[in-house]
């Protein structure tokens, strides 16, 4: 009896679970390495929540933070922290596959990690940068600017952007508690059974990869809804869909595939979590399991996710390579229809992730081809951002730096993608490290840049000052040649026959290309350095920088015809739009910046704690389930059905911003711009350039 | 005149009832989109159902497991509910009063909660055949599929509940109206999945 309220009270948690517990109980030095390396990461887990929560304090911010941040429904913020989870994660993701890559480096016959531990290493590695890092970055940006590019106040449905948010965050916290009570799943990213089940796995490794991915999934779900029903619903009038701007064409295409490519996951996750908490057989290799089907359903989702990835930066770029080429983007509706050809392409090529699993040489032929039509949509958008470019004075900026290293780059990925699209190669080369190369020569210069080319392009929107130009050329330039250093070797590794997720290798070729896999990674974690310092010396150096005028690359779409950062409301009058890249045209007939006949009364979302209940009920359920404390599971449960149901009654759902205020507040600015002097391009980087371009002369940019 | 008319597939209430302004009716907008996320994974379940067919494991298959009898009385419940839940709607969009409104409510929320009790009897009855999900791939497909449709009921029904408090509390103000109309579409959503279910697990399997 005395051993039954713990085990009622923690579950299945235990000290075993501390990552340091076991190199206590049999100190070799293997295991203190290992124990040092994960126990310092569960330690700057703690220490780092605990800094946060002694710093909020320490600044009286509670309050703030409470009802300016964790609260608020607008989506500005919501996307802001969208991109904070998305930074800080990535900073755990990287450092991880540092420590992979070093592993690598020393692998020839040993090396200093446990198997345990790698496996840890590449499947939260994994796991982070497609749900943790890419989604909630690329869910940010679309948050914080599609609004604003189509000329609305906020999302449709803006408690569910926060409900979206506090499911990423429960997710998120997920996968960083997981470093304090060890250990995380070591069946991948994919988490293919029946390696995940729990006859070959029963701890609760697989289990925190499970809430966690479906955490985050459902969060994708109710995104995708989000943005498409916004996007159908909210445009500012005369907005019609072959006005919208390309980023809001991506975000469209990408909601669409959210909706119809998220719950392929949910599904698989689910059924795998049914077979391992209530000896369910769906994909178990005895009694009528068939893996096949999970296999299936992950790849349904897996492949329009990679879409999901790809499609917001496409959509970016273009955005960048129109502005500072300071000329309309070449071929809009090629570009658009490109992008519906690519986003209904992502739903019928799956197959081509498991060429080698069985299925008849007609078949692979059917989805190689398939396959290999993306090229032609993808390889027309690199067409139209090269005219672009074409007789454009371009200005070398980060964001751009950034686009042509993703031109570059992203081209010669492509044509690995057509090597592997063939499956009479792919059965020599699939699950070697060429297929690793391949995807990440994909998502690195094709998410990633874009991501960070955003950040630059949209931060002085955002927070009201630029970036640091020197750092940001050093962050981008590292990331360009860290890139090529850590992936360009794993492509002749890949064809030398090094497989995928090799903890250790006997093979003494490999060793100079892992060398310089390792070193490239040590660019990349320089990178990174980079990124943190250009934003450190951007926050000290920030009244330089200013940039209330709203406007500082001579933009093209509507976000920049508000001031930095935009009011709550986003628009005071909400505009009419009369052509393609709507305020370029309204600042060449001189129509920028006039004063509004009228204010009218802004009615906006009121305050609401439902996303915070969210997070947190979502976290407390996974982890819950992950260490069957069902006491955890059913309060959670009974918690968030109950804050639902009292949501459904709450009436006071909007609140009125008053026409003097909005008044009060344009005039204001409106004073400002008019005090601001107006640079031409060639001042673009200068202190002088505070967000007020030269207007244009004969359509051509100053 | 055809401009009026529809601000979202489905039954629209109308100029005749102005409070339920235009940002609410997006909402129904936004759940149409939410019901096919909902469908993608009602047609996955489906496929899957059918790929396990076969993977019985020597274990009882829908011959032994099905009774058609109970299966088709649970579809009459479900359908007329559907029926009484359009009569609701009707009394919504035409009626001042609540007072049919909310009649024909509960009448739909006897029928949903008489659904879910009868198909746990059926659960409860193969479980005593030895239809249990640990015993083959195929009784864990059907467990993962029918069970869903049944946890959709019960939420339904639970939101039927809160609506009807809703009512109690604030009157039919345009956040009830519209609360309504979207139930209204989950609703009919089951009953079509439903209807799937009938034909492709039971009959289906039956072939």
Same mark, same amino acid.
């Given at each position: 009896?005395?051993?039954?309220?713990?085990?009622?009270?923690?579950?299945?948690?235990?000290?075993?679970?501390?990552?340091?517990?076991?190199?206590?109980?049999?100190?070799?030095?293997?295991?203190?390495?290992?124990?040092?390396?994960?126990?310092?990461?569960?330690?700057?887990?703690?220490?780092?929540?605990?800094?946060?929560?002694?710093?909020?304090?320490?600044?009286? &911010?509670?309050?703030?933070?409470?009802?300016?941040?964790?609260?608020?429904?607008?989506?500005?913020?919501?996307?802001?922290?969208?991109?904070?989870?998305?930074?800080?994660?990535?900073?755990?993701?990287?450092?991880?596959?540092?420590?992979?890559?070093?592993?690598?480096? #020393?692998?020839?016959?040993?090396?200093?990690?446990?198997?345990?531990?790698?496996?840890?290493?590449?499947?939260?590695?994994?796991?982070?940068?497609?749900?943790?890092?890419?989604?909630?970055?690329?869910?940010?940006?679309?948050?914080?600017?599609?609004?604003?590019?189509?000329?609305?106040?906020?999302?449709?449905?803006?408690?569910?952007?926060?409900?979206?948010?506090?499911?990423?965050?429960?997710?998120?916290?997920?996968?960083?508690?997981?470093?304090?009570?060890?250990?995380?799943?070591?069946?991948?990213?994919?988490?293919?059974?029946?390696?995940?089940?729990?006859?070959?796995?029963?701890?609760?490794?697989?289990?925190?990869?499970?809430?966690?991915?479906?955490?985050?999934?459902?969060?994708?779900?109710?995104?995708?809804?989000?943005?498409?029903?916004?996007?159908?619903? &909210?445009?500012?009038?005369?907005?019609?869909? *072959?006005?919208?701007?390309?980023?809001?064409?991506?975000?469209?295409?990408?909601?669409?595939?959210?909706?119809?490519?998220?719950?392929?996951?949910?599904?698989?996750?689910?059924?795998?979590?049914?077979?391992?908490?209530?000896?369910?057989?769906?994909?178990?290799?005895?009694?009528?399991?068939?893996?096949?089907?999970?296999?299936?359903?992950?790849?349904?989702?897996?492949?329009?996710?990679?879409?999901?990835?790809?499609?917001?930066?496409?959509?970016?770029?273009?955005?960048?390579?129109?502005?500072?080429?300071? &000329?309309?983007?070449?071929?809009?509706?090629?570009?658009?229809?490109?992008?519906?050809?690519?986003?209904?392409?992502?739903?019928?090529?799956?197959?081509?992730?498991?060429?080698?699993?069985?299925?008849?040489?007609?078949?692979?032929?059917?989805?190689?081809?398939?396959?290999?039509?993306?090229?032609?949509?993808?390889?027309?958008?690199?067409?139209?951002?090269?005219?672009?470019?074409?007789?454009?004075?371009?200005?070398?900026? #980060?964001?751009?730096?950034?686009?042509?290293?993703?031109?570059?780059?992203?081209?010669?990925?492509?044509?690995?993608?057509?090597?592997?699209?063939?499956?009479?190669?792919?059965?020599?080369?699939?699950?070697?490290?060429?297929?690793?190369?391949?995807?990440?020569?994909?998502?690195?210069?094709?998410?990633?840049?874009?991501?960070?080319?955003?950040?630059?392009?949209?931060?002085?929107?955002?927070?009201?000052?630029?970036?640091?130009?020197?750092?940001?050329?050093?962050?981008?330039?590292?990331?360009?040649?860290?890139?090529?250093?850590?992936?360009?070797?794993?492509?002749?590794?890949?064809?030398?026959?090094?497989?995928?997720?090799?903890?250790?290798?006997?093979?003494?070729?490999?060793?100079?290309?892992?060398?310089?896999?390792?070193?490239?990674?040590?660019?990349?974690?320089?990178?990174?350095?980079?990124?943190?310092?250009?934003?450190?010396?951007?926050?000290?150096?920030?009244?330089?920088?200013?940039?209330?005028?709203?406007?500082?690359?001579?933009?093209?779409?509507?976000?920049?015809?508000?001031?930095?950062?935009?009011?709550?409301?986003?628009?005071?009058?909400?505009?009419?739009?009369?052509?393609?890249?709507?305020?370029?045209?309204?600042?060449?007939?001189?129509?920028?910046?006039?004063?509004?006949?009228?204010?009218?009364?802004?009615?906006?979302?009121?305050?609401?704690?439902?996303?915070?209940?969210?997070?947190?009920?979502?976290?407390?359920?996974?982890?819950?389930?992950?260490?069957?404390?069902?006491?955890?599971?059913?309060?959670?449960?009974?918690?968030?059905?109950?804050?639902?149901?009292?949501?459904? *009654?709450?009436?006071?759902?909007?609140?009125?911003?008053?026409?003097?205020?909005?008044?009060?507040?344009?005039?204001?600015?409106?004073?400002?711009?008019? &005090?601001?002097?107006?640079?031409?391009?060639?001042?673009?980087?200068?202190?002088?350039?505070?967000?007020?371009?030269?207007?244009?002369?004969?359509?051509?940019?100053? | 005149?055809?401009?009026?008319?529809?601000?979202?597939?489905?039954?629209?209430?109308?100029?005749?009832?102005?409070?339920?302004?235009?940002?609410?009716?997006?909402?129904?907008?936004?759940?149409?989109?939410?019901?096919?996320?909902?469908?993608?994974?009602?047609?996955?379940?489906?496929?899957?159902?059918?790929?396990?067919?076969?993977?019985?494991?020597?274990?009882?298959?829908?011959?032994?497991?099905?009774?058609?009898?109970?299966?088709?009385?649970?579809?009459?419940?479900?359908?007329?509910?559907?029926?009484?839940?359009?009569?609701?709607?009707?009394?919504?969009?035409?009626?001042?009063?609540?007072?049919?409104?909310?009649?024909?409510?509960?009448?739909?929320?006897?029928?949903?909660?008489?659904?879910?009790?009868?198909?746990?009897?059926?659960?409860?009855?193969?479980?005593?055949?030895?239809?249990?999900?640990?015993?083959?791939?195929?009784?864990?497909?059907?467990?993962?599929?029918?069970?869903?449709?049944?946890?959709?009921?019960?939420?339904?029904?639970?939101?039927?509940?809160?609506?009807?408090?809703?009512?109690?509390?604030?009157?039919?103000?345009?956040?009830?109206?519209?609360?309504?109309?979207?139930?209204?579409?989950?609703?009919?959503?089951?009953?079509?999945?439903?209807?799937?279910?009938?034909?492709?697990?039971?009959?289906?399997?039956?072939?």
């Amino acid at each position: 009896m005395s051993g039954d309220l713990p085990d009622f009270i923690f579950g299945k948690l235990d000290w075993d679970t501390l990552p340091f517990w076991d190199a206590l109980k049999d100190p070799t030095t293997f295991k203190i390495i290992n124990a040092v390396i994960s126990g310092g990461a569960g330690a700057l887990v703690v220490l780092g929540a605990l800094g946060v929560v002694i710093l909020v304090t320490w600044l009286g &911010k509670w309050k703030y933070l409470w009802s300016e941040w964790l609260t608020s429904p607008d989506h500005k913020k919501i996307g802001i922290m969208f991109i904070v989870i998305a930074i800080v994660m990535l900073a755990r993701a990287v450092i991880e596959a540092v420590f992979m890559r070093a592993q690598q480096a #020393v692998g020839l016959d040993g090396g200093f990690l446990s198997p345990e531990h790698f496996g840890e290493f590449f499947t939260t590695h994994g796991t982070i940068m497609i749900f943790f890092m890419a989604m909630p970055f690329l869910t940010g940006i679309i948050n914080y600017v599609m609004p604003l590019q189509i000329g609305a106040r906020d999302l449709s449905f803006p408690v569910m952007n926060q409900i979206s948010l506090g499911l990423t965050a429960a997710g998120a916290a997920i996968v960083m508690i997981s470093l304090v009570f060890t250990p995380f799943s070591t069946g991948g990213w994919s988490g293919y059974p029946p390696y995940t089940e729990r006859a070959y796995n029963p701890g609760p490794g697989v289990d925190y990869w499970i809430w966690a991915v479906t955490l985050s999934t459902l969060s994708s779900t109710l995104t995708g809804i989000n943005f498409a029903v916004t996007i159908y619903k &909210k445009r500012a009038p005369g907005m019609k869909l *072959f006005r919208m701007p390309l980023f809001t064409w991506t975000a469209l295409t990408t909601a669409i595939l959210m909706i119809f490519g998220m719950p392929p996951l949910t599904v698989a996750t689910a059924l795998l979590a049914l077979d391992r908490y209530l000896d369910f057989h769906m994909f178990t290799s005895d009694l009528g399991g068939n893996m096949m089907n999970y296999v299936n359903l992950f790849w349904a989702f897996g492949h329009p996710e990679v879409y999901i990835l790809i499609l917001p930066p496409f959509g970016i770029f273009s955005e960048i390579f129109s502005t500072f080429s300071g &000329k309309r983007i070449f071929g809009y509706p090629v570009l658009v229809v490109a992008t519906i050809c690519i986003s209904i392409l992502s739903f019928i090529v799956w197959l081509h992730h498991f060429f080698t699993m069985g299925q008849d040489a007609a078949v692979n032929a059917a989805f190689g081809i398939a396959t290999m039509l993306i090229g032609i949509p993808t390889g027309v958008k690199v067409y139209d951002w090269m005219l672009t470019m074409y007789r454009g004075r371009v200005r070398l900026s #980060v964001p751009m730096i950034y686009a042509i290293g993703f031109i570059m780059l992203f081209v010669l990925g492509g044509l690995t993608g057509i090597i592997l699209a063939t499956p009479s190669v792919d059965y020599q080369v699939h699950n070697s490290l060429f297929l690793i190369a391949h995807f990440h020569n994909m998502l690195i210069p094709g998410l990633l840049f874009g991501m960070l080319s955003a950040t630059n392009f949209w931060f002085p929107k955002a927070l009201g000052f630029r970036l640091e130009e020197r750092w940001g050329r050093r962050a981008a330039y590292s990331w360009i040649v860290g890139f090529m250093l850590a992936f360009f070797p794993l492509y002749v590794l890949g064809v030398l026959g090094m497989p995928r997720r090799s903890l250790t290798f006997f093979e003494p070729a490999y060793l100079p290309w892992t060398l310089i896999a390792g070193f490239g990674a040590l660019v990349i974690l320089f990178a990174m350095l980079c990124l943190l310092i250009q934003l450190w010396v951007s926050i000290r150096d920030r009244h330089q920088n200013m940039m209330t005028a709203g406007d500082p690359w001579d933009g093209r779409s509507l976000e920049w015809s508000t001031s930095s950062p935009p009011p709550e409301y986003n628009f005071p009058v909400i505009p009419e739009v009369h052509s393609r890249d709507a305020y370029m045209s309204e600042k060449e007939q001189g129509k920028a910046h006039q004063v509004p006949d009228e204010f009218p009364d802004i009615v906006m979302p009121a305050n609401s704690a439902m996303g915070v209940i969210i997070a947190v009920t979502g976290s407390a359920m996974a982890f819950g389930l992950t260490w069957y404390i069902w006491w955890l599971v059913i309060l959670a449960g009974v918690v968030t059905l109950v804050a639902v149901i009292a949501r459904g *009654f709450v009436r006071k759902t909007t609140r009125v911003i008053s026409s003097d205020e909005v008044r009060r507040t344009h005039l204001a600015w409106l004073e400002c711009v008019r &005090k601001t002097t107006p640079v031409d391009r060639s001042k673009e980087q200068s202190p002088e350039n505070q967000g007020l371009p030269v207007p244009p002369v004969n359509g051509a940019v100053q | 005149m055809t401009r009026t008319a529809m601000r979202h597939p489905g039954l629209n209430l109308g100029p005749a009832h102005a409070d339920a302004e235009d940002t609410r009716e997006e909402m129904i907008f936004g759940f149409w989109v939410f019901m096919m996320s909902d469908f993608v994974i009602f047609g996955l379940l489906f496929a899957t159902y059918v790929v396990m067919l076969g993977g019985t494991a020597g274990g009882p298959g829908p011959h032994e497991l099905f009774e058609m009898k109970s299966v088709f009385i649970e579809t009459l419940i479900l359908l007329t509910s559907s029926f009484t839940f359009g009569m609701a709607s009707l009394a919504l969009k035409y009626r001042e009063d609540t007072k049919p409104l909310v009649i024909w409510l509960i009448v739909t929320l006897l029928l949903g909660v008489a659904f879910i009790a009868y198909e746990l009897k059926d659960f409860h009855t193969m479980f005593g055949k030895g239809g249990v999900p640990s015993r083959s791939g195929f009784i864990s497909a059907f467990f993962s599929l029918v069970p869903l449709h049944g946890l959709h009921v019960l939420a339904a029904c639970i939101w039927l509940i809160a609506l009807l408090g809703q009512i109690a509390v604030h009157g039919l103000d345009s956040f009830v109206k519209t609360g309504l109309l979207r139930l209204a579409i989950l609703w009919h959503f089951l009953d079509i999945v439903w209807i799937c279910i009938f034909s492709l697990v039971y009959l289906g399997g039956l072939t």
